[in-house]
């Protein structure tokens, strides 16, 4: 089991940067594939990254390719997700998940077995 910490929200203007954390506070996150999700209100959670054990996999979703990059360390025990040229529809409560799966194929997020309390990105134009 993984106990996970999210930090690094915000409010910026379109075009701006953050870079989110995701720290395990309990367990290690080296047994784990990692990824982030989003979710604004009404709708389900959004698969927007995932990075292999290792980190040497990742995979994104079209709407976020070439804008964000999920990395890890695992001696930190951290995942992180960097932010850039971030847009009003990226505003939303932005979560780390773990699991056991596969990360390629687990853009469901029924397919995660841990998941954070989340960090708001608020976004405006």
């Known amino acids: 089991q993984v106990q996970l910490v999210e930090s690094g929200g915000g409010s910026v203007h379109a075009g701006g940067s953050l870079r989110l954390s995701c720290v395990a506070t309990?367990?290690?996150?080296?047994?784990?594939?990692m990824g982030w999700f989003r979710r604004t209100p009404g709708k389900e959670r959004e698969f927007v990254a995932s990075i292999s054990r290792n980190g040497d996999n990742t995979y994104y979703a079209d709407s976020v390719k070439g804008r964000f990059t999920i990395s890890r360390d695992n001696a930190l025990n951290t995942v992180y997700l960097q932010m850039n040229g971030l847009k009003p529809e990226d505003s939303a409560v932005y979560y780390c998940?773990?699991?056991?799966?596969?990360?390629?194929?687990?853009?469901?997020?029924?397919?995660?077995?841990?998941w954070g309390q989340g960090t708001q990105v608020t976004v405006s134009s």
């Open positions: 309990k367990g290690m996150l080296s047994r784990y594939s």
């Open positions: 998940p773990a699991t056991i799966n596969n990360p390629r194929y687990a853009t469901a997020y029924f397919l995660w077995d841990y």
